[in-house]
Antibody, heavy 120, light 107 residues
Framework: QLQLQESGPGLVKPSETLSLTCTVS??????????WDWIRQSPGKGLEWIGN???????YYNPSLKSRVTMSIDTSKNQLSLKLNSVTAADTAVYYC????????????WGQGTLVTVSS | DVQMTQSPSPLSASVGDRITISCRAN??????LNWYSQKPGKAPKLLIY???TLQSGVPSRFSGSGSGTDFTLTISSLQPEDFATYYC?????????FGQGTRLEIK
């Protein structure tokens, strides 16, 4: 059974870079046919899709965050990573990683999520 | 971006009730509409994809319908474990977007 687990600092200072890792177990992220997604949830903006990455390393970012986001994939470690720079309080959210099958644009499964607070 | 709007929120109901949650897109998304449920402190869980197909393991009291811009999620007979927040999500075009959620609470 595929499981995803987010990890990273729970507190980031304004203007700094948020860095998260998603570790995948029970399956390989180095296989074709799946996109690996990052989604966040904040009280103010609800659920927001950040973007995704394919096993080849190709990415698609939500235009609303594109200038600040970088995603990468490490197939040797079965891990994904998310970096969001120049953070503000508006980036405070629970961050989830998830997966969707190519051409099946729904997310399943999701990781349990990790809360990141932006505050000095 | 495709804007998704859900109603009502919140929704108060009792065990055994039949309830319907609506989701509207501001442009046609064909049947590329998915539903999730979320309980406090947990990640959203896929319930229904492509408007009406139940994810494996989801009870048959859940159903979905619609096309174009208007969609509904129906629970035929509410069970205690169904009280949660429900979200719709469009998978028609990137960036994928979600509704604001419908909190289903016990009356």
């Amino acid at each position: 059974q595929l499981q995803l687990q987010e990890s990273g600092p729970g507190l980031v200072k304004p203007s700094e870079t948020l860095s998260l890792t998603c570790t995948v177990s029970g399956g390989s992220i180095g296989t074709a046919n799946y996109y690996w997604d990052w989604i966040r949830q904040s009280p103010g903006k609800g659920l927001e899709w950040i973007g995704n990455i394919y096993y080849s390393g190709s990415t698609y970012y939500n235009p609303s965050l594109k200038s600040r986001v970088t995603m990468s994939i490490d197939t040797s470690k079965n891990q994904l990573s998310l970096k969001l720079n120049s953070v503000t309080a508006a980036d405070t959210a629970v961050y989830y990683c998830g997966r969707h099958l190519v051409k099946n644009n729904w997310f399943d499964p999701w990781g349990q999520g990790t809360l990141v607070t932006v505050s000095s | 971006d495709v804007q998704m709007t859900q109603s009502p929120s919140p929704l108060s109901a009792s065990v055994g009730d039949r309830i319907t949650i609506s989701c509207r897109a501001n442009t046609s998304i064909s049947t590329y509409l998915n539903w999730y449920s979320q309980k406090p402190g947990k990640a959203p869980k896929l319930l229904i994809y492509l408007t009406s197909t139940l994810q494996s393991g989801v009870p048959s009291r859940f159903s979905g319908s619609g096309s174009g811009t208007d969609f509904t999620l129906t629970i035929s007979s509410l069970q205690p474990e169904d009280f949660a927040t429900y979200y719709c999500q469009q998978g028609h075009s990137t960036p994928f977007t979600f509704g604001q959620g419908t909190r289903l609470e016990i009356k």
